[in-house]
């Protein structure tokens, strides 16, 4: 089966710092990944779209200079919340497209909690 | 814009009670069609999808949707339900021609023993 992983898995930082968060696709070649923020028992939305090699696409209301993604390869993408803030605490999950014939799946990852006190 | 309702906020039931959650979106075009379970503590997995063919979808762990194009919906059912069974529920969507996927709200659903 196709498996994506998330590192780190929880991370607390202070406020006015940086944090990456990497989402690699194991055993599949990811030519698109997604990043979702997920609140308590809320359901996931769509920050951005990420393609291997070129900028990443996103949805209205995120700021793209805050929430930096970048899809160096086909098994990895990042994304980087700059100077962060208490609101940006949150659960962010990653997703990785794979497309067989006309059959098209996205496979998530298992998340990261982000703090920021 | 592409958006997906799910009606039922909290479901709760009986074991071996039958399950229905509701789903409906908003697209004319080719849609594909998705749900999503995810369990307490768990990262999201997929129950079923549909693209084309048998309107009907049977996925794991005995549960299936069906899809009418004539209602927009594509609702989640299960014959009998068990206590392994509580957990968010997400019905999503992509276009034929786009990749992104659009979730609905969430349907918590829990089992009482």
């Known amino acids: 089966g196709a498996v994506v992983s998330q590192h780190p898995s929880r991370v607390i930082c202070k406020s006015g710092t940086s944090v990456k968060i990497e989402c690699r696709s194991l055993?599949?070649?990811?030519?698109?990944m997604f990043w979702y923020r997920q609140f308590p028992k809320q359901s996931l939305m769509l920050m951005a779209t990420?393609?291997?090699?070129?900028?990443?696409?996103?949805e209205q209301g995120v700021e793209k200079d805050k929430f930096l993604i970048n899809h160096a390869s086909l098994t990895l993408s990042t994304l980087t919340v700059t100077s962060a803030h208490p609101e940006d605490s949150s659960f962010y999950i990653c997703?990785?497209?794979?497309?067989?014939?006309?059959?098209?799946?996205?496979?998530f990852g298992p998340g990261t909690r982000l703090t920021v006190t | 814009a592409q958006s997906v309702s799910q009606h039922n906020h909290h479901v709760i039931l009986s074991e071996a009670a039958s399950l229905e959650l509701g789903c409906n979106y908003s697209?004319?075009?080719?849609?594909?069609l998705f749900w999503y379970v995810q369990y307490p503590g768990q990262h999201l997995q997929l129950l079923l999808k549909?693209?084309?063919?048998?309107?009907l979808v049977k996925g794991i762990k005995g549960f299936e949707a069906e899809f009418i194009k004539s209602k927009f919906s594509f609702n989640l059912r299960k014959p009998s339900v068990q206590w392994s069974d509580t957990a968010e529920y997400f019905c999503?969507?992509?276009?034929?021609?786009?990749?992104?996927?659009?979730f609905g709200s969430g349907t918590r659903l829990s089992i009482r023993p």
């Open positions: 997703s990785a497209a794979r497309t067989s014939g006309i059959s098209y799946e996205q496979y």
């Open positions: 055993d599949f070649q990811a030519t698109t």
């Open positions: 990420s393609n291997e090699g070129s900028k990443a696409t996103y």
């Open positions: 697209y004319g075009g080719t849609v594909n």
């Open positions: 549909y693209f084309s063919g048998d309107p």
């Open positions: 999503a969507v992509n276009e034929g021609s786009a990749s992104k996927i659009i």
